[in-house]
């Protein structure tokens, strides 16, 4: 059914969810202007004051930003808050703590099967892994497994390369590679040796597995992220609306 079939939602929100499903989708990327309040609203059949107040909504939100005289623009990564609004560790109150993470291994080597499948990869291809350990404070809490697409981040294996701890910032930045969407699967596990080792519990207690799948423009997958995280130390929150 179209999003403008559904007359239980305010008009101005379904003109919201089109421009972010365009967004989502890679339609537009960040830095790309979106089109006239006045195009908006005769595509999709609204006044243009309903467009001006999703757009106003989208602003607020910095999913967009407006230039005086040049038009409204798809904002720049704003890591923090709306275009990844991914899983994250937080404090007892769900409330998002701050992780430094540090890199613990990268190199190019021969992908697990599966993981070069789904990149879009024969079997036994080489692709870029990037291993890293997060911590609060000088807690370990996290480990994460980063396979790339290669072609996409040239270089990155070099440790003259700096990654930083929002490593997509040096994606967009570095490498003009735009970061549309993810999905996450999140599960739960105990630890393996290794992993206990790396995060200081004992083996076989307990841990939150996040599975990733990063996507640029055309629904190209460029990163697969198996993220193994101490259960003690994380909560969930979320709003339903």
Not at 78 to 104: M, P, Q, T
Not at 107 to 118: A, D, S, W, Y
């Amino acid at each position: 059914m179209n999003q403008f079939d559904n007359r239980h939602i305010p008009l101005y929100k379904r003109v919201e969810s089109h421009i972010l499903n365009d967004i989502d989708e890679g339609r537009l990327i960040p830095g790309d202007l979106i089109p006239s309040e006045p195009q908006l609203a005769l595509l999709l059949g609204v006044s243009q004051g309903t467009v001006k107040k999703a757009i106003e909504n989208l602003v607020s939100e910095n999913r967009l930003y407006r230039h005086q005289g040049k038009g409204t623009y798809v904002s720049t990564i704003n890591f923090n808050n709306s275009l990844f609004r991914f899983f994250s560790y937080g404090d007892a109150s769900g409330k998002g703590v701050r992780i430094r993470k540090e890199v613990s291994e990268r190199e190019l080597k021969v992908g697990p099967k599966n993981i070069c499948h789904q990149l879009g990869y024969e079997p036994n291809s080489e692709l870029l892994y990037i291993q890293r350990c997060g911590y609060v404070l000088e807690l370990p809490i996290l480990i994460e497994h980063c396979w790339w697409c290669p072609e996409v981040v040239p270089g990155m294996e070099s440790e003259d390369v700096h990654i930083p701890d929002l490593m997509y910032a040096l994606v967009v930045e570095k490498y003009a590679v735009p970061v549309v969407r993810a999905e996450e699967t999140l599960t739960a596990d105990i630890a393996d040796k290794q992993t206990a080792q790396l995060l200081g519990i004992p083996e076989k207690s307990p841990v939150i597995v996040l599975i990733r799948h990063t996507y640029s423009r055309h629904n190209k997958m460029i990163e697969y992220r198996k993220t193994v995280g101490r259960a003690d130390k994380f909560s969930y929150k979320a709003e339903i609306r």
